[in-house]
């Protein structure tokens, strides 16, 4: 079982020039396919005059959740040498948009698969690698009062809180590393009257 996973700690942008076309390449680190509709519906607005806003991204651990594009240019030229970028370094939660603004020379399928290749690469190369917790994501239900105690516990283990909704009861959601997991829950079960239950993710 993996407990951790390679990811990119923030945004990097490159951009590769071709015989006059330009290929700006922008790598972002995502969660959700959500998050990569909405950061790709924002370079489209960034570069409404571009001709292609080719793409592939890679979310999850397990493998299956990949999408690639070549967004109108040849099948193939495109949006798998993207993802080859992002399968060469071992690298998930990860997408990479690349713009070509054309220059007037056409650079054939070759030309075109080395390009967008070069772009991705050198995307990722400016931003740095990060190794992160894969975790499990719960609810925990709990009294106002002992909402600090569960906190506590929660933030010693480095636990992602995503979200606490506060009023008469307390729900904490909270992504818990799967290398603490037992003795997090072990913990928590601990405290009388709280309820944690696994929250699927979407």
């Known amino acids: 079982m993996n407990f951790y996973y390679k990811t990119i700690a923030k945004e990097g942008?490159?951009?590769?020039?071709?015989?006059?076309?330009?290929?700006?390449?922008?790598?972002?680190?995502?969660e959700s396919v959500d998050d990569f509709k909405a950061k790709l519906a924002a370079l489209k607005k960034e570069h409404p005059k571009a001709v292609h806003h080719c793409f592939a991204y890679r979310i999850g651990?397990?493998?299956?959740?990949f999408r690639v594009s070549d967004d109108g240019e040849p099948s193939g030229s495109a949006g798998r040498?993207?993802?080859?970028?992002?399968?060469s370094k071992?690298?998930?939660?990860?997408?990479?948009?690349?713009?070509?603004?054309?220059?007037?020379t056409l650079l054939g399928v070759p030309g075109l698969i080395n390009a967008y290749k070069t772009a991705a690469a050198l995307a990722?190369?400016?931003?740095?690698?990060?190794?992160?917790?894969v975790e499990k994501n719960y609810r925990i239900h709990c009294?106002?009062?002992?909402?600090?105690?569960?906190?506590?516990?929660?933030k010693q283990v480095g636990c992602s809180i995503h979200n606490v909704e506060q009023s008469l009861f307390c729900d904490v959601?909270?992504?818990i590393p799967l290398n603490r997991l037992d003795a997090v829950l072990h913990k928590i079960k601990d405290i009388h009257t709280v309820e944690i239950t696994e929250e699927k993710t979407k």
């Open 173 to 175: 959601h909270a992504g």
């Open 61 to 65: 651990l397990d493998n299956l959740l």
């Open 90 to 104: 071992g690298l998930t939660n990860v997408m990479i948009v690349v713009v070509r603004y054309f220059g007037g």
């Open 81 to 87: 040498p993207i993802l080859g970028q992002i399968d």
């Open 13 to 30: 942008f490159a951009e590769f020039k071709d015989r006059g076309s330009r290929f700006l390449a922008y790598a972002y680190p995502i």
């Open 124 to 133: 990722l190369q400016v931003t740095p690698e990060v190794e992160k917790a």
């Open 143 to 154: 009294t106002y009062d002992l909402l600090n105690d569960v906190m506590t516990i929660l």
